[in-house]
Nanobody, 123 residues
């Protein structure tokens, strides 16, 4: 049974920082590329960042480039997203997702497994 469980979401002021975590169970974490994907009310899902299975490459959406950093810890089977200089436009539900296909922030249908999400609100 595959489980992706996000945590770390909160309500913060603009300019603050947050660190999201996603713990993974039930799949070979080291074989999967992982991503953070967000969705704001009334908007389409948006790929935030993706990290390859071997931690060799990282990809970011234009709106978060330079402010967010994705990382992974295979020993802990955990995915992270360090978010700095948060803006109101970053307000969304943040999901982690896993794929055994190519890493992407565009083709979100590639991701086979998804978590339930953690809410980030920036005011």
């Amino acid at each position: 049974h595959v489980q992706l469980v996000e945590s770390g979401g909160n309500s913060v002021q603009a300019g603050a920082s947050l660190r999201l975590s996603c713990t993974v169970a039930g799949l070979a974490f080291e074989d999967y590329s992982m991503a953070w994907i967000r969705q704001a009310p009334g908007k389409e899902r948006e790929g935030v960042s993706c990290i390859t299975w071997n931690d060799k490459s990282k990809y970011y959406g234009d709106s978060v480039q330079g402010r967010f950093t994705i990382s992974r810890d295979s020993a802990e089977r955990t995915l992270f997203l360090q978010m700095t200089n948060l803006k109101p436009d970053d307000t969304a539900m943040y999901y982690c997702a896993a794929t055994d296909r190519l890493c992407t922030t565009t083709f979100l249908e590639r991701f086979q497994y998804w978590g339930q999400g953690t809410q980030v609100t920036v005011s």
